[in-house]
Structures are given as structure tokens and as C-alpha cells.
């Protein structure tokens, strides 16, 4: 089992940065791949950004070269940083681990760009 818990989501104006941070716990060592999904009213889910255990990130063609993924140490924490950001960018933003085959979500953390 792993738990993912998000923080660092707010409220923020265009043009503005934030960063998001996933932390997991359980058997983290089994994962295999984290990634940062978003869902805004209306939308649906949108992978926004993942890595693998090896290193490899990739991203959604909206938000290349204004975000970038990275990790502290071998698999946890994970963050999000976020710049430039554009009122398009308002959505939940939900962190997503595999393990084993299985695939784990966090709770959520609200991202509000104002115009």
C-alpha cells in the first residue's frame, strides 16, 4: 500500500510560481512511477507531468517549459514547479504512484490562477 498526500496549492496571480509537493508513505519502495494529474471543472483528467524510477520525466505539450518534476531523494518527496502559470492552469492537482501494478492517488490540492 502507499499513501500520497499533496500540498503547496493556493491561490496565485498569471505570470506567478508555485510548487507543489507529493509525499508518499508505505511501501514506496515498489514505485515504479509518480506523476501530477489535473482536473478542472468541465475538463477531464489530465496528465500533467511524471517521472520514473529511473529519472525519465516527460510532460504534457501545455505545460512544457513552464513546469518541471522533480524528486529529493530515491522516489519521495516528488514536486511540482510552477511557472508562468496561466488562469488555463486552475485545476485540482492530484499526485498518482505505481506499485506493483496498482496505482495510488492522493486527496487533491486546489490551484487557483487569477487573471
Known amino acids: 500500500q502507499v499513501q500520497l498526500v499533496e500540498s503547496g496549492g493556493g491561490l496565485v496571480q498569471a505570470g506567478g510560481s508555485l510548487r507543489l509537493s507529493c509525499e508518499a508513505s508505505g511501501t514506496i519502495f515498489s514505485i515504479t512511477r509518480m506523476a501530477w494529474y489535473r482536473k478542472s471543472p468541465g475538463k477531464q483528467r489530465e496528465l500533467v507531468a511524471f517521472i520514473t524510477s529511473g529519472g525519465i520525466t516527460n510532460y504534457a505539450d501545455s505545460v512544457k517549459g513552464r513546469f518541471t518534476m522533480s524528486r529529493d531523494n530515491v522516489k519521495n518527496p516528488v514536486y511540482l514547479q510552477m511557472n508562468s502559470l496561466k488562469p488555463e492552469d486552475t485545476a485540482v492537482y492530484y499526485c498518482?504512484?505505481?506499485?506493483?501494478?496498482?496505482?495510488?492517488w492522493g486527496p487533491g490540492t486546489q490551484v487557483t490562477v487569477s487573471s
Open positions: 498518482q504512484a505505481v506499485s506493483f501494478g496498482n496505482i495510488y
